[in-house]
């Protein structure tokens, strides 16, 4: 059973874009959100987190939109570079943020173009 | 230290042998994480351990596979008579109690 569904499975953006993932959760005892960045041959990194009281978060180009009632949340990069190029991966966990397992989405293979 | 470290950074073995994987912890985190990446796949969750009690053991795939983390601290993830099914990227991550977690850089490893 996949508990977060993450698409599009890869991506294609201009230089300057904005490229969005989206992703979908089911289990509503998630109450915390974060995305990770991962190049190859590295671990995940975290990029910014989310817990659903709030449904907007802003760190520096990276925004995660969340949407409680619909159980989505997304991922927007403004003014894409192409070092951005990595695969970013959604996550859920309940409990204490931090403390608890991670349940991870699919990954995106996101390509900034120069 | 300056993050999380793991060793080694590459594993071939043979089908049937026994492999041990190591984690090195960021100084003072309680909390430790055993994922399992499979190739195109997002990192699935194996254990965790706070200090050195194991609280979730519920990832674990079989009973080939074994965790320990005996002073609270390094932790090593051993599985017995690996299958070829076993080759993936073993993820540890660490945190302080109830914050985000910092993942190392993985072990890769190919069962041959």
């Known amino acids: 059973q996949q508990q977060v569904k993450q698409s599009p499975q890869s991506l294609i953006v201009q230089k300057g874009g904005i490229p969005i993932i989206n992703c979908a959760y089911e289990?509503?005892?998630?109450?915390?959100f974060p995305w990770y960045q991962q190049f190859p041959g590295k671990g995940p990194a975290l990029l910014i987190a989310?817990?659903?009281?709030?449904s907007e978060k802003k760190e520096g180009r990276f925004t995660i939109s969340f949407n409680k009632s619909a159980k989505q949340f997304s991922l927007h990069i403004m003014d894409s570079q192409p070092g951005d190029s990595a695969t970013y991966f959604c996550?859920?966990?309940?409990?204490?943020?931090?403390?608890?397992?991670?349940?991870f989405g699919t990954g995106t293979r996101l390509t900034i173009i120069p | 230290g300056a993050g999380v470290s793991q060793s080694p950074r590459y594993k071939v073995a043979k089908r049937g042998q026994d492999v041990a994987l190591r984690c090195d912890p960021i100084?003072?985190?309680?909390?430790l994480f055993w994922y399992q990446q499979a190739l195109g796949q997002g990192p699935e969750f194996l254990t965790y351990?706070?200090?050195?009690?194991?609280?979730?053991k519920s990832g674990l795939p079989s009973d080939r596979f074994f965790a320990e983390r005996p002073e609270g601290s390094v932790s090593t993830l051993k599985i017995q008579r690996t299958q070829q099914e076993d080759s993936a990227v073993y993820l540890c991550?660490?945190?302080?109690?109830?914050?985000?977690?910092?993942f190392g850089p993985g072990t890769r490893l190919l069962v041959l």
């Open positions: 100084s003072g985190h309680v909390s």
């Open positions: 991550a660490s945190s302080r109690r109830a914050e985000t977690q910092y």
């Open positions: 351990f706070q200090n050195e009690a194991q609280l979730d």
């Open positions: 989310i817990r659903p009281d709030v």
């Open positions: 996550a859920a966990s309940k409990g204490n943020f931090g403390n608890e397992k991670l349940t």
């Open positions: 289990n509503t005892a998630f109450d915390y």
